[in-house]
């Protein structure tokens, strides 16, 4: 077993260490400060207090008003509740829109639609870097619901989501986007996004896993997934985690200031791509050259087994992944490469880097120093 | 404000502090342990052996395998889970029985079943303490679930499970029972109660808020509530949350050794409700008289208001509430209480104690001195 300390971590986007402050923020709130906010004693009211203080600050990461922050358990939670909730609650028509490029809480959310409630699905064409092509095309007038994703979590690739929301608008349906790897990467303003759904997950930034996020704008209805006591205004029941929806109120809070670095880190990762491309024969990135967040680079390795690979690398000290963390179990080749075009051979090579606001150029070269010695055992 | 530790706390029902133990055993997995379980590399399979450790506790706590033990983010998401799971996956026809005592994340579990996906629900007949009278006749050839809670969270009173599972069995149905308030207060074997899910919530017991798991019987299908990458066998997707599964088997794992100690807790509340009835005159005992867990005694207390005896206690520094914390908020009479036979009017005058297994006989002879005092107040 190495020695965490000696490693360098780049699988942020698979998940990332918690922020101390965040943990510091939610203690009180775990400890002395246990109440359920729905009693109305002082130990409830304080709790109370501290939940509607947390969701505020939420908001205003957002650019909303508090009252459109549900706190739920997670991103998938709040994929499952944006999508599901979304098109049972608006029953305009049985028919959505999406990219087969989309996470699998997109994916299985709109599965269960056309397998339980008879939804019919379309799915969008993508050009090779995974950007939507024919909107347009897609939408019919009983469209409920288009949902898109505002980066992709293999490739790095943005999607421009003001635009494709107000398309979707004009043509009478409603757009959710899974933000779960933008937060941080991107400013994300909701109104002028002009989302009407967006979902976040907590441990993708530094808060913990179990804590998540959905924006509702305002005067959106959905049928929530969790029944019960009529928490978060009805949308989501179930006593609320209190110090989860604290350490993602702080975590988010300790995010604004690194919105102004993102620059540097793109320029970052531009130098670490080219050092990769120079100095590993077959390396071919994936996603978009431009239109890409500072914190993915991911490459096939055609000729090579990315597994054998990502275990060189491990040797090595460096911490990555072929992709998707939910689908790193499985021997599929990744759904979004696939998605891509590339080869499911060429597809299963894919080596992915995802960094945090705090990795350094030191560790980026050494992260490509490490891949070409690992590639060059096997070739 | 009142010093939280000049206060006795008899909310326990609502909420309980989370033991300290709890939240040691699950601070590496918040802090250098950060992995993502789904993650193939060393941090993701140390987090995963984590989570799996914490499986195979969870599951001899309620003697099943740990293939049995689904992860959620708390008991309304278990009771979701387990009934509009068990209904769309088992289409033995739309008909489901429950009772008017159970919890809100039940009933409205059952009116989401009602209001989307067309069922039926018979309510059964309940004696003036809240025990199932009639569960025979309510039972059809197109009955997919019984539902009904191991014990009342307002007034304490325990349904003879493994005798209602086994008149459902016989019938061909399947049998979910909410065991959120019973976990430490009652022996729960599940292959001995003989139910084929159970909900557990574990804030009520020494857990964190926000976590929860639902015990499902081998072989039994559920439809999941929340759809993903596919994690917890693909019952419950979303990365998981590491930290609160070990917490939440290490809270169990601790309960183990106060099972000895119920006989002596049911003691003490039997001297509690005796010192109450006969210290205030107006106070009637609400719930069974002798099938009742030992941590709660509810009183209705018919002349004064319940709102303003609990103001009362509090300042007296006794921390209570007027029954379940999920409906505190709201201005409606106990929809326990009203489906007992109890008057609106009358119901409103409740008032809870729920104990810990730490709370002591001088804290309840403070209470009921309090209660006194307050109520004389009034009368």
Redesign the interface.
């Known amino acids: 077993?190495?020695n965490?300390s000696a490693?360098i971590?780049l699988?942020h986007a698979?998940?990332?260490?918690?922020k101390p402050a965040a943990?510091q923020a939610a203690w009180p709130w775990?400890?002395?400060?246990?109440?359920?906010p729905?009693?109305?004693?002082?130990?409830?009211s304080?709790a109370a207090a501290a939940l509607e203080d947390a969701r505020k600050k939420v908001a205003a990461f957002f650019g909303v008003r508090a009252s459109e922050i549900t706190f739920t358990?997670?991103?998938?939670?709040s994929?499952?509740l944006a999508i599901v909730g979304l098109a049972?609650a608006n029953p305009r028509g049985k028919h959505i829109v999406s990219a087969r490029t989309e996470?699998?809480?997109v994916l299985?959310?709109i599965?269960?639609l056309v397998r339980?409630h008879g939804f019919e699905v379309t799915w969008a064409e993508l050009d090779e870097f995974g950007q939507v092509q024919n909107l347009a095309d897609c939408l019919r007038p009983e469209t409920t619901l288009v949902s898109l994703m505002t980066s992709n979590n293999e490739t790095g690739t943005v999607h421009p989501i003001a635009e494709l929301a107000k398309l979707t608008h004009e043509n009478g349906a409603l757009f959710h986007t899974d933000a779960v790897q933008a937060v941080g990467w991107q400013e994300l303003n909701v109104p002028e996004l002009g989302v009407d759904a967006l979902s976040v997950?907590g441990?993708k930034f530094g808060a913990?896993?179990?804590s998540g996020v959905l924006v509702l704008r305002a005067g959106k209805h959905v049928?929530?997934?969790?029944?019960?006591?009529?928490?978060e205004s009805g949308l989501r029941?179930?006593?609320?985690?209190?110090?989860?929806a604290v350490a993602i109120a702080n975590a988010l809070d300790e995010l604004r200031e690194t919105n102004a670095d993102l620059k540097a880190a793109a320029m970052m990762r531009d130098e670490f791509i080219t050092e990769v491309l120079s100095t590993v024969p077959n390396a071919k990135l994936t996603g978009h050259p431009v239109n890409r967040q500072a914190n993915i680079a991911s490459f096939t390795l055609q000729g090579v087994s990315g597994e054998a690979v990502?275990l060189e690398l491990?040797r090595r000290g460096i911490?990555?992944?072929?992709g998707?963390?939910?689908?790193?179990?499985s021997d599929e080749p990744s759904h979004v490469l696939v998605a891509l075009g590339i080869q499911a051979e060429v597809a299963q090579t894919a080596v992915r880097f995802s960094f945090a606001h705090d990795t350094t150029r030191e560790d980026l070269h050494a992260a490509a120093k490490a891949l070409a010695e690992a590639v060059s055992v096997f070739i």
Chains 1, 2 share one sequence.
């Not at 775990?30 to 359920?36: A, D």
């Not at 358990?73 to 939670?77: A, F, K, Y």
């Open positions: 077993m190495t965490p490693v971590y699988d698979a998940t990332t260490p918690v943990l775990l400890t002395s400060e246990f109440g359920n729905s009693s109305t004693h002082e130990f409830g304080r358990s997670g991103g998938t939670e994929d499952n049972l996470h699998e809480a299985a959310s599965d269960y339980v997950s441990h913990p896993k179990g049928e929530p997934l969790i029944h019960g006591g009529g928490q029941s179930g006593t609320e985690n209190v110090a989860w990502l491990e911490i990555v992944s072929s998707s963390a939910c689908a790193a179990g």
